[in-house]
């Protein structure tokens, strides 16, 4: 496997992701995990550029200096992960705090945030943590005042640059979910290689594509390329895939299931929790590095009004903790962002990346929070990408 160097986090870009995980868990489902007998022992887009294949060198696994908080009694997990991946994140979690249960409610897309919404017009006081997909889905709660400030004293194993490009006041990057192109090989051989590569005729009714117009992956995609290829070639491309008999499905986990059945070979927009996923069920899905790779923060953040606050602050320790990151790999088949913590076990040749800091000028003025967009210019953009794929 190629190496993994996280270099940084961008500023977020979209508004919602779909969950990073398989979709094997239900919109709203719960399940409880308690701690077993103590045991010794990340807007949301990122632009990945592709970097060498050459091996890593050795490095040392970090080191936890902090002391960790004793925490007890219940803790209320809003996850957008699936149960497989969050199993595994709370095995561990509950080494580090053995008297705390944990109450999982697992979701799909944005009914996350309208749970969150839905609760505070009540004043329902009914979480104390959640993970999403990139910090800007979180940015609205924080201006109400629902999100809780904290410092956690795990920032202090990282250095200070990735410190500060992962931690806002209220909420914290602890993950990167990076994309490529996937495919069948029972499918397509010989792979493609690069976004160009699909223009080819050899491609023509073999390629999904998963929610171009939709607020998470496939528009990122979309908006960001524009940003690296410049307007000309972003238009030729777009428009010739336009010609190429392209599948337009929902959500990126619907992409990922039509590939994994071999109804296409090519899935456009694939993300390495996915990947994970489909190769662990034995598809033959394999993942191509191309430029310029895209990556999606992972965020967590504590309610204000917490009804186990304790709790919620151990859980944000523990996440960012060498502990927590050294886990998120197998859990989620995510790139933690602690440096030196071993990343996904993807079963490819795939994930060579390093991520940097900066998004396109292009992304900055077209891609911020929805409320930041100027509306005739993504009126603009959705016009575009409305005629090329035929959408209505």
């Not at 962002?337 to 940097?356: H, N, R, W």
């Not at 603009?380 to 209505?392: A, C, E, H, N, Q």
Request: with cysteine; glycine share 8%.
């Amino acid at each position: 496997m190629k190496r993994h160097r996280l270099l940084g986090l961008l500023v977020p870009l979209a508004i919602l992701a779909a969950s990073c995980g398989s979709d094997d868990d239900s919109t709203g489902s719960t399940g409880t995990t308690t701690a077993p007998d103590a045991v010794d022992t990340t807007d949301v887009a990122t632009t990945v550029p592709a970097t060498s294949s050459t091996e890593p060198a050795t490095t040392a696994a970090p080191v936890d200096d902090t002391e960790p908080i004793q925490a007890s009694g219940k803790l209320v997990y809003y996850s957008l992960q699936p149960s497989s991946a969050t199993d595994i994140l709370l095995a561990e979690f509950a080494k580090v705090q053995p008297d705390v249960e944990v109450e999982v409610v697992h979701f799909q897309g944005p009914d996350i945030l309208d749970r969150i919404g839905a609760e505070a017009q009540a004043g329902i006081n009914a979480f104390d943590v959640v993970d999403m997909a990139g910090r800007s889905p979180l940015t609205p709660f924080s201006a109400q005042g629902l999100l809780a400030e904290y410092e956690p004293q795990a920032l202090s194993n990282f250095d200070t640059k990735t410190a500060a490009s992962i931690a806002d006041p209220d909420k914290w990057v602890f993950a990167a979910n990076s994309h490529g192109l996937c495919y069948n090989s029972d499918v397509i051989d010989p792979a493609p290689t690069s976004y160009q590569d699909l223009l080819d005729p050899r491609f023509k009714g073999e390629i999904v594509y998963g929610a171009p117009l939709g607020t998470g992956f496939g528009q990122t995609l979309t908006v960001e390329t524009k940003g690296f290829w410049g307007e000309e070639t972003w238009t030729q491309f777009w428009e010739g895939l336009g010609q190429q008999d392209v599948l337009i499905v929902d959500t990126p986990a619907t992409s990922m299931d039509t590939l994994t059945r071999g109804e296409r070979g090519v899935a456009l927009w694939c993300n390495a929790s996915a990947l994970r996923s489909a190769q662990q069920k034995g598809a033959p899905i394999e993942w191509v590095t191309v430029e310029p790779n895209i990556a999606n923060e992972v965020a967590v953040a504590m309610a204000a009004k917490a009804p186990n606050p304790d709790a919620a602050k151990a859980f944000i320790e523990f996440i960012l903790s060498p502990a927590g990151q050294g886990v998120v790999g197998e859990a989620f088949g995510l790139l933690p962002v602690l440096p030196g913590s071993p990343p996904p076990a993807v079963t490819s040749d795939a994930m060579d990346i390093a991520v940097v800091l900066t998004p396109s000028d292009f992304a900055k003025a077209e891609a911020g929070g929805l409320a930041d967009r100027d509306p005739n210019i993504y009126a603009d953009y959705v016009t575009f990408i409305k005629g090329v794929f035929g959408l209505s």
